[in-house]
T-cell receptor, first 114, second 117 residues
Framework: AQSVTQLDSQVPVFEEAPVELRCNYSSSVSVYLFWYVQYPNQGLQLLLKYLSGSTLVKGINGFEAEFNKSQTSFHLRKPSVHISDTAEYFC????????????FGTGTKLQVIP | DAGVIQSPRHEVTEMGQEVTLRCKPI?????LFWYRQTMMRGLELLIY????????DSGMPEDRFSAKMPNASFSTLKIQPSEPRDSAVYFC???????????????FGQGTRLTVV
């Protein structure tokens, strides 16, 4: 079984300030990790993913995430946020082996304040 | 490809009525997922298919919910009878497994917003 925990349901941050959205996962097997973004009234779209190799992953819109196996974390960061980054962000995990079942966290709403 | 297509975008129905949500996955994708999103529970996986075969339906909340995938280009999620607590946004997503490597992202449709009154 696998699970994802996003402890922060909402994160307010001023425009141009840095932000970190936290994600911790639990799994008995090796996993792939993802961050998705959902803009209002839209479906989810992929920001970035960790499959293997370098633990620092860069995605679209200036976001990056770091995989930390010892802490089972995959936190999302951006050094300077923009108003357009206001959205809900979901961390997700899927098993490397076996049928692909993607499990999502409960989401973190990022509110960028002008 | 136009992406994952869901219909309708919005559905309002009366309690007790049957509701059918439709999904057309991206051509060539061999996985299809149905998710439900609510404020209380977030994004929940209801069921997913691999090559049109249901693999895991443990997330389906009750027998009132059923899903089918008669072919690679079409899937339905049916609720019969519907209840007000079924009100949510239902997402369909599809993904591709390349050579057995399960590492590809899921592509989401825009969702169906269901309101049961």
């Amino acid at each position: 079984a696998q699970s994802v925990t996003q402890l922060d349901s909402q994160v307010p941050v001023f425009e141009e300030a840095p932000v970190e959205l936290r994600c911790n996962y639990s799994s008995s097997v090796s996993v792939y990790l993802f961050w998705y973004v959902q803009y209002p009234n839209q479906g989810l779209q992929l920001l970035l993913k960790y499959l293997s190799g370098s633990t620092l992953v860069k995605g679209i819109n200036g976001f990056e995430a770091e995989f930390n196996k010892s802490q089972t974390s995959f936190h999302l960061r951006k050094p300077s946020v923009h108003i357009s980054d206001t959205a809900e962000y979901f961390c997700a995990v899927s098993q490397i082996k076996g049928y692909q079942k993607v499990t999502f966290g409960t989401g973190t709403k990022l509110q960028v304040i002008p | 490809d136009a992406g994952v297509i869901q219909s309708p975008r919005h559905e309002v129905t009366e309690m007790g009525q049957e509701v059918t949500l439709r999904c057309k996955p991206i051509s060539g994708h061999d996985y299809l997922f149905w998710y439900r999103q609510t404020m209380m529970r977030g994004l929940e996986l209801l069921i997913y298919f691999n090559n049109n075969v249901p693999i895991d339906d443990s997330g389906m909340p009750e027998d009132r919910f059923s899903a089918k995938m008669p072919n690679a280009s079409f899937s339905t999620l049916k609720i019969q009878p519907s209840e007000p607590r079924d009100s949510a946004v239902y997402f369909c997503a599809s993904s591709l497994a390349l050579g057995g490597i399960m590492n590809t992202e899921a592509f989401f449709g825009q969702g169906t917003r269901l309101t049961v009154v």
